[in-house]
């Protein structure tokens, strides 16, 4: 056989197998509009892998749609489960919140340090160290609201509509010196929600509460403190640590090192007048390397499936909705989606 003739062949054979790997296995797919942002944006290129398996939640897969662009939607709702939209924009799954120390839903980026800067964001600027990073020995406060816009890919902020309750604060390399503590406080309304963390050799005690305005009170008026829960995790002093605080869906919890060490139940917010700023850092003395400020996903209240009633999925059923919730075109319009209409399962983005 002639090298041309073999040549021929190798190139028939790749043609081939390219064919059935995108007919069988997987393909590549455009995503048309913005209604995932900031997990994907209009132009993005995602490898999307065809299967038979039943999707989990918080999957993004993509859907069958009539024009040219695919439809691309995260999973929320699986199969026999009813789903409701709160007035705050929460997501109820058989009328009970998420279990959200699991992380089946992404938070969204809302702040950075190091993409961001801290001006006009903070109300200052903590000292920054020579070796990279920040030292903190004081008070910081932010100077934004949390809404439902996001940070683009290049770090620019999206400004949203909505004012968002639920959020979450992370700082990354985080030390704090000897004897020293930290306190951080996220504000939820009229109710100032605060975890205090205080190392003491190979151990750190969190300490979970809240603030409450006195019933009456103006809003200069001493608050009632009033404590949650309390536990302990092993703590290294010469270290960094990755600590997060979060408050989703009326729960309070702390991750150490990713492990949630503590977590509380919440209940209704106590009301009063809301109280500003958002977040506070409070400390003797920390140094960290970053810090992250991420808001939940916040469900609009438009359409009708699971907004005006909850919605009861049938066995073959999704449920179906956008991350720009604001921008999508999703479940809460066109109801439930057969699994018969679902290509496959976005590889890559959570």
């Not at 979450?168 to 020293?180: D, H, K, Q």
């Not at 050799?201 to 103006?218: E, K, N, Q, S, Y």
Request: glycine share 12%; net charge negative; with cysteine.
């Amino acid at each position: 056989m002639s090298r041309a003739r073999s040549l021929v062949w190798v190139l028939a054979l790749a043609a081939l197998a390219l064919v059935s790997l995108r007919a069988f296995v997987g393909d590549l797919f455009t995503v048309g509009s913005s209604s995932m942002e900031p997990t994907l944006f209009p132009g993005d290129r995602v490898l999307v892998r065809f299967t038979d398996e039943l999707p989990v939640r918080g999957d993004v897969v993509v859907v069958r749609a009539t024009g040219d662009d695919p439809l691309v939607k995260r999973v929320v709702g699986l199969p026999g489960e009813e789903l409701s939209i709160t007035s705050s924009g929460d997501l109820l799954v058989d009328r009970a919140p998420l279990d959200r120390s699991l992380g089946v839903l992404p938070l969204v980026p809302v702040f950075q340090a190091t993409r961001c800067g801290w001006s006009p964001s903070w109300s200052e600027a903590p000292e920054a160290l020579a070796e990279g990073g920040w030292s903190l020995g004081g008070s910081l406060r932010t100077a934004f609201d949390v809404t439902d816009g996001h940070l683009d890919a290049e770090g620019q902020w999206i400004a949203g509509e909505v004012s968002v309750a639920d959020l979450a604060v992370t700082l990354l390399g985080l030390r704090i010196c000897e004897g020293s503590t930290l306190e951080l406080t996220l504000t939820e309304g009229g109710d100032q929600l605060f975890v205090s963390v205080l190392p003491e050799g190979d151990r750190v005690t969190v300490r979970l509460g809240r603030r409450a305005p006195l019933p009456g009170a103006g809003r200069d008026a001493p608050s009632l403190r009033a404590p949650l829960a309390e536990g302990e995790a092993p703590w290294s002093g010469s270290s960094p640590h990755a600590l997060t605080v979060a408050n989703l869906d009326d729960r309070l919890l702390v991750r150490l090192d990713g492990a949630v060490v503590l977590e509380a139940a919440l209940g209704p917010p106590t009301g009063g007048p809301a109280v500003q700023p958002r977040v506070v850092l409070e400390a003797e003395e920390v140094t960290f390397e970053d810090l992250l400020v991420e808001r939940d996903l916040h469900y609009t209240r438009r359409g009708a499936f699971g907004v005006d009633a909850p919605v009861r999925l049938g066995p073959g059923e999704l449920f179906l909705l956008g991350d720009a919730s604001g921008r999508s075109t999703d479940s809460r319009e066109f109801g439930p989606v057969p699994l018969g209409e679902v290509l496959g399962r976005v590889v890559g983005p959570r």
